[in-house]
């Protein structure tokens, strides 16, 4: 799989996160004075493990002390488990018991390499209990031992660890920084794609690296290319032929673009709905004219966007994407709404209207 082939063991090689990655590297330079535990938090595929893995053998080069040289006998060992990195999945070792179990082996066996990282992948998984026995862990860890929480959910890890922690946030990439790492990957690997197909895939990863690396190599393996675009993208243009009809169309066609909506699965087609809802108000305030399928429906609905947008966001809306019934009234609703308000002049209410006159 291209995912793992290509997983960065540089922080050179890491794409985004630019901020991290001179911290993360600093630690590395000079790792005596530096924090003990840390928190990396933020959206999946984004790199958090990763650049714990590459700390990793970055404290322990023997060739360099910023980025692994990939070329000592250190850097040269496996990524996720080795005699200086030891990476638990939350998920298997988040309970009391395992914790206790581990205590000592955590805290002993710090003397064999310089220094030591410890990271605890999906760390919103351990339970309170077991969050509270690692309280007393971070105590008595050894001063050449790193621990790491690597969470896409950080609400979750307790007030009591965060506080003893130094947090990180690694935000999603920007598309565009993805489209080029794939367009590099393509020349690399020798895979003909166009640049409309690769757009769509950049869109499809909503900022995830892995996502989209993934994707490129489900296209990759494809025999028939041809059909890619629609099993990419199928959820999306089905949200924008809806929102588009619901401006243009009548009850019966709506009707038909609802049920085609809804018969995907509802995490998708919430992710999509607002994935389209962002890049129009994107449209709105840069001015851009890509991608032209998001551009479509901005045309549609010209200023009357502030309309959608501002039911878009508001609190019921947000929770309607829970139940088929409910995503069902949400958009019934969206669709009476824009009918009824007699196009853009219903923006402004009676005062506004009277100042203007």
Request: net charge neutral; proline share 2%.
């Amino acid at each position: 799989m291209l995912a793992q082939e290509l997983r960065p063991r540089r922080f050179r090689d890491v794409v985004g996160q630019d901020l991290n990655k001179e911290i993360l590297s600093s630690i590395a330079s000079n790792p005596k004075t530096a924090p003990r535990v840390w928190v990396f938090e933020g959206a999946y595929g984004c790199g958090k493990t990763t650049c714990a893995r590459i700390l990793a053998k970055a404290l322990n080069c023997k060739n360099n002390k910023s980025d692994p040289c990939l070329e000592c006998d250190h850097c040269r060992q496996r990524d996720e488990h080795n005699a200086f990195y030891q990476e638990y999945d939350s998920t298997d070792v988040g309970n009391i018991a395992s914790i206790r179990n581990m205590k000592d082996d955590l805290i002993s066996k710090s003397d064999i390499v310089e220094w030591r990282v410890i990271t605890f992948d999906e760390a919103h998984s351990i339970s309170q209990q077991g969050m509270n026995a690692l309280l007393k862990v971070l105590e008595e860890i050894r001063q050449n031992t790193f621990v790491i929480f690597c969470t896409t959910e950080v609400d979750r890890i307790l007030d009591t660890v965060r506080s003893r922690s130094i947090e990180l946030t690694f935000h999603p990439i920007p598309l565009v920084e993805i489209f080029q790492h794939l367009r590099n990957i393509c020349n690399e690997h020798k895979i003909e794609v166009d640049d409309s197909v690769l757009r769509q895939i950049v869109f499809y990863s909503r900022g995830h690296m892995r996502d989209a690396i993934m994707k490129l190599d489900q296209y990759r393996l494809m025999n028939d290319k041809t059909i890619f675009s629609e099993t990419v993208s199928s959820s999306i243009i089905s949200v924008i032929e809806m929102l588009i009809q619901m401006k243009q169309g009548n009850r019966q066609s709506v009707q038909e673009a609802i049920n085609k909506v809804v018969s995907h699965p509802l995490a998708v087609v919430k992710l999509d709905y607002f994935e389209v809802i962002h890049n129009m108000i994107r449209m709105f305030v840069t001015g851009a004219e890509e991608p032209k399928i998001f551009k479509q429906v901005t045309t549609v609905y010209d200023r009357d966007s502030f309309r959608l947008f501002k039911m878009s966001t508001d609190t019921w809306a947000l929770n309607s994407f829970s139940g088929d019934l409910l995503i069902q009234s949400f958009f019934w609703t969206l669709y009476y709404t824009l009918k009824d308000s007699g196009g853009v002049g219903s923006l402004q209410s009676k005062r506004d209207r009277a100042v203007k006159k």
